[in-house]
């Protein structure tokens, strides 16, 4: 029996929760063990266990504060922990590299976690990142900009691109392993990614 992890870290709402929960009845009535990663809420939890879904907690989540609202998607994925200080960005990598190995499952469905994609993805485990076109980045060079009419929008956008290539690189030679990503064409594959 193959088992799959459903994982749901970033947002504030039930609505990742709404899309995963079908997809984790599919994957049981076909005979796959399935466990959730998520938020600890009240409301998260209840809607799980009342599904009868066995779930784990996510590691506590790190946020990068930012004076004014993402400008691109390298900023939204800088405030979600890539933007953290590198030894706080290892050590929640190596957090979730510990939850998704204890997990024993052989595949991941990942919806609003851009840090467990990046574990997975470290580890070889077959995952699938999950969102609408909004969490899924794209992967060629000139992406987009939210809001290109603010005067700094062109350079604070390439400042952002340039940390966040940074923080990549130095954490795939911080892990020391070959399947660490370097890149977002590493981290969201084409053929890795499902928009829903």
Sequence with gaps: MHKVLLVWEQGGNLGHLARLLPIAQALRDRGAEVEFVLPAGDATRSHVEAAGFPWRAVPVRMHVPGDAPAINQAEVLLRCGFGL????????????????????????????SPLALYAARSLGLNAVALGHGFELPTTTAARPCFAPWLPDAA???????????????????????????????????????ALC
Excluded: N
């Design 155 to 193: 350079p604070r956008a390439a400042r952002s691109e340039e940390r966040l290539a940074q923080s990549l690189d130095l954490l795939a030679d911080t892990l020391g392993v070959p399947a660490a990503p370097r890149g977002l064409g590493e981290l969201y594959p084409h053929d890795r990614t």
């Design 85 to 112: 200080p590198a030894g706080q960005l290892h050590a929640l990598i190596l957090e979730w590299r510990t939850i998704l190995e204890a997990s024993e499952a052989t595949a991941a469905v990942i919806d609003a």
